[in-house]
Nanobody, 120 residues
Framework: QVQLVESGGGLVQPGGSLRLSCAASGFTFSRYAMNWYRQAPGKERELVASIISTSRTTNYADSVKGRFTISRDNAKTSVYLQMNSLKPEDTAVYLC?????????????WGQGTQVTVSS
């Protein structure tokens, strides 16, 4: 079965750091771009970071540039999000997403999400 399982969320103080992990299984991981989205109460779901499999090209939302780093380990079929200098506005449910580079190759998949709360 296809699975995307996020972990590493929790409560951190402003200015702190957190590393999220997403373990993938059940599909050809190397053929998918991996993304981190977040959903905060009262806000639309936001794409915060993405990474292409072959080129390892990354992209970040303006709100997290310079603070967050996305990476992937194709051998471990995992993707990570290193979050530094966290702000209260980073509080959200963070979701792992896998999408094929070409849509015709197959569907996208979603994880269940992990809660990140930034508060003093």
């Amino acid at each position: 079965q296809v699975q995307l399982v996020e972990s590493g969320g929790g409560l951190v103080q402003p200015g702190g750091s957190l590393r999220l992990s997403c373990a993938a299984s059940g599909f050809t991981f190397s053929r998918y771009a991996m993304n981190w989205y977040r959903q905060a109460p009262g806000k639309e779901r936001e794409l915060v970071a993405s990474i292409i499999s072959t080129s390892r090209t990354t992209n970040y939302a303006d709100s997290v540039k310079g603070r967050f780093t996305i990476s992937r380990d194709n051998a471990k079929t995992s993707v990570y999000l290193q979050m530094n200098s966290l702000k209260p506005e980073d509080t959200a449910v963070y979701l792992c997403n896998a999408e094929p580079v070409l849509a015709v190759w197959g569907p996208s998949y979603w994880g269940q999400g992990t809660q990140v709360t930034v508060s003093s």
